[in-house]
């Protein structure tokens, strides 16, 4: 793979044509992995001297974010150096000048800042229900599998296993594990066709890591955010929505709320953000698990502007639209930011009640936070 990812980076300094396999834009584990296999299953089956690039669908500066990232590649033993980011490349550019094939592999949608690459699309890898109205006109392959490594796995070796090596193997396999939370049947995310490429795996490198093991390295690496600084971990997992003229920011944090709140220069550093990202609200949602295992969500709006401050925590049901059993529910407002703590909460950010529509009524400051059981808003242009 090595080789192979150096060769990659030597074909961006020569004006020819490529072909890139660009995974989505929040480029976690899944994406990067099946960009990089694909493209170089790919440049290893083509029978002609076409290039095909794996980009990586986020700046370099990003990575570190993605600590499950970093720590598989350390594992195999692949340089971050080698590997090729958006901002590393041009394919506006290139696409201007007839030079560029685009493959999408983990997603099938382009944003509207890349509408204009839609005609470049030659080809689409996804495993998740495909948008028709969105969906490029080109050959479309998607299967609802737990993992889109399980794809790429299933074209590599029925396309040419021969070319599949320990190292890449390793990536697909340890990415399918943690896809399909270590193929637990309780959880349900794998498929019969992920159980079944996990195996083939296993059976022709039995010297892969034990299933348990990879899966519990990879989801401790995913939620380990200690090296992180306050801008980071609000960048980690972000999600913005633009309502009736406000822009909000919707981060999920991994760290217990009391930890968060006593983070050394919080306040000037939500002000920071909130600036250098035009948001008028920052949402906060934190995640830890509880000594049952069980995930425990809570809240911290920060809003800078005094007179959004009614308005988000009357936007805010606590009765009725989390999905989840509320044991506790308290909001202090204090230094512009209003703190609301839940416990089995909502399972992701989408059911946070701050992104759903409704009539508010309701109170905020010293106590509690009443309001109607259906009261919620809407999102709309809703971006990550």
Known sequence: MEDYLQGCRAALQEPRPLHVVLGNEACDLDSMVSALALAFYLTKTTE???V?????????????LRGDNVFFLQKINIPESLLIFRDEIDLHALHQAGQLTLLLVDHHVLPKSDAALEEAVAEVLDHRPIEQKH????????????SCATLVTERILQGAPEILDRQTAALLHGTIILDCVNMDLKVGK????????????????PDLPKREDIFDSLQKAKFDVSGLTTEQLLRKDQKTISRQGINMAISAIYMDLEAFLQRSGLIADLHAFCQAHNCD??????????THNEPVRQLAIFCPRAALQMTEAN???FSGSWSGTMERTTAILFSNVLFFESVQA??????CPVTNRGKERGRSGQGSV??????RLEPTNVRS
């Open 190 to 205: 794998a498929t019969p066709k992920d159980n079944r490429y996990v195996e083939k795996l296993e059976a022709l490198f």
């Open 135 to 146: 969906c490029p006109p080109c050959h479309v392959s998607v299967e609802l599998v737990g």
């Open 48 to 50: 002609t001297e076409e």
């Open 370 to 375: 009443t309001t109607e059981p259906d009261a």
């Open 52 to 64: 095909f690039v794996p980009v990586l669908n986020i700046k370099r500066s990003e990575l570190p």
């Open 315 to 317: 936007a805010i049901s």
């Open 281 to 290: 609200v920052l949402v906060a949602m934190t995640i830890f698990f509880n």
């Open 346 to 351: 909502a399972s992701s950010w989408a059911n």
